[in-house]
T-cell receptor
Framework: AQTVTQSQPEMSVQEAETVTLSCTYD???????LFWYKQPPSRQMILVIR??????QNATENRFSVNFQKAAKSFSLKISDSQLGDAAMYFC????????FGAGTRLTVKP | DAGVIQSPRHEVTEMGQEVTLRCKPI?????LFWYRQTMMRGLELLIY????????DSGMPEDRFSAKMPNASFSTLKIQPSEPRDSAVYFC???????????????FGPGTRLLVL
């Protein structure tokens, strides 16, 4: 089974600035998927972005982009032009016949 | 689309009581997942179904937990008897996976916050 590590329990960013959340994973599979989910105080799990391991191009969704380094098994999330509504817990996940989540990073956005 | 629907949203019960959590997946999705989220253990996959058939229940903590999916639009997670350590947020998610492999993006319900006294 895969493992996912988020080494930053908490991060803080100034509104309108850019922040990068780190994630590393370990899997023996060659075909897998990586995700970032956002969990605001409402507890709802919201999909932020998805990356297929076989794709070299980094996924992008508006202000959210990833830096996928397959050889290093790294999958960081960059949030540009941070907004107050981005404040939440962010979970990295690896999926292949199983779904493993990291412990999460709590992002605070300062006005 | 209404998204994944879970009920109840909150449940408070006493130790020893039976608890039933319900989930309605997104219409057309044929994979359904149950997760538990606690501070100590984070998000854990308990069980998942594909085409109403349980594929992997290795995450179910013990025999007190059981899950069923009698049809494509409904699933239950039952705890009997419940214990205080079962207190957690339980999420249901669904995806459009067409095989027993987890490949497609999962969409989560709002969760059920369970408190066992």
């Amino acid at each position: 089974a895969q493992t996912v590590t988020q080494s930053q329990p908490e991060m803080s960013v100034q509104e309108a600035e850019t922040v990068t959340l780190s994630c590393t994973y370990d899997t023996s599979e060659s075909d897998y998927y990586l995700f970032w989910y956002k969990q605001p105080p409402s507890r709802q799990m919201i999909l932020v972005i998805r990356q297929e391991a076989y794709k070299q191009q980094n996924a992008t969704e508006n202000r959210f982009s990833v830096n996928f380094q397959k050889a290093a098994k790294s999958f960081s999330l960059k949030i540009s032009d941070s907004q107050l509504g981005d404040a939440a817990m962010y979970f990295c996940a690896c999926q292949n016949n199983d779904m493993r989540f990291g412990a999460g990073t709590r992002l605070t956005v300062k006005p | 689309d209404a998204g994944v629907i879970q009920s109840p949203r909150h449940e408070v019960t006493e130790m020893g009581q039976e608890v039933t959590l319900r989930c309605k997946p997104i219409s057309g999705h044929n994979s359904l997942f149950w997760y538990r989220q606690t501070m100590m253990r984070g998000l854990e996959l308990l069980i998942y179904f594909n085409n109403n058939v349980p594929i992997d229940d290795s995450g179910m903590p013990e025999d007190r937990f059981s899950a069923k999916m009698p049809n494509a639009s409904f699933s239950t997670l039952k705890i009997q008897p419940s214990e205080p350590r079962d207190s957690a947020v339980y999420f249901c998610a669904s995806s459009a996976g067409t095989s027993g492999r987890i490949q497609e993006t999962q969409y989560f319900g709002p969760g059920t916050r369970l408190l066992v006294l």
